[in-house]
């Protein structure tokens, strides 16, 4: 069965520290992993996606790993900020269609 | 705004109504989905189109829930006869076939609470 299960299911920090969110995933066929962002309330916005042969994609303070062969990825996040406080999911895309298996996302808290 | 827009942004009904959702996608985008996300859950996929064709549904779309997309633009999500267990967020997306990686662009949801 495709899954992606994400680890912690929910983050307090404090401003300016840093963090990593973990995502191991059993989907096949494998054809990216994307990380995505998600405000209370709103819907995902995409911060990285990263193909088989890519091993790591930042996007400004929000850095991407992938090891395609342990099947895990990683979301790390420097210097933290209030506005970094959302849901992150971590989704796979299977197959021929675009279809994606979300995961249940990391709640993050920043606090002052 | 070019991006995706879902109408309306927040639907409270009770037991038993019709509701119907409208999704807006990017003005290039060929593909669309829809998807059902529970509080503290990823997104769930409901179903796809690509124009006009409704390519696939996920055996969560019962068959109190319709999806169209009549001229390959906008899209509705009717439910019929609604449950409590049908309030949830409901996301639509949309896509373009000839993007690189064929990346998904979210709206921001229509939150449904069935009383």
């Known amino acids: 069965k495709n899954q992606v299960e994400q680890s912690p299911q929910s983050l307090i920090i404090l401003e300016g520290k840093n963090c990593t969110l973990q995502c191991n995933y059993t989907v096949s066929p494998f054809s990216n992993l994307r990380w995505y962002k998600q405000d209370t309330g709103r819907g995902p916005v995409s911060l990285t996606i990263?193909?088989?042969?890519?091993n790591t994609k930042s996007n400004g303070r929000y850095t991407a790993t992938l090891d395609a062969d342990t099947k895990q990825s990683s979301l790390h996040i420097t210097a933290s900020q209030l506005s970094d406080s959302a849901s992150y999911i971590c989704?796979?895309?299977?197959?021929?269609?675009?279809?994606?298996?979300f995961g249940a996302g990391t709640r993050l808290a920043v606090h002052p | 705004d070019t991006g995706v827009s879902q109408d309306p942004r927040h639907k409270i009904t009770k037991r038993g109504q019709n509701v119907t959702f409208r999704c807006d996608p990017i003005s290039e985008h060929n593909r669309l989905y829809w998807y059902r996300q529970t509080l503290g859950q990823g997104p769930e996929f409901l179903t796809y189109?690509?124009?006009?064709?409704?390519?696939?549904k996920s055996r969560l779309l019962s068959d109190r829930f319709s999806a169209e997309r009549p001229k390959g633009s906008f899209s509705t999500l009717e439910i019929q006869r609604t449950e409590q267990g049908d309030s949830a967020m409901y996301l639509c997306a949309s896509s373009s076939s000839l993007a690189n990686h064929n990346e998904q662009f979210f709206g921001p949801g229509t939150r449904l609470t069935v009383l």
């Open positions: 989704v796979v895309r299977t197959g021929g269609y675009n279809k994606l298996i």
């Open positions: 990263m193909t088989f042969s890519e």
């Open positions: 189109f690509q124009n006009e064709a409704q390519l696939e």
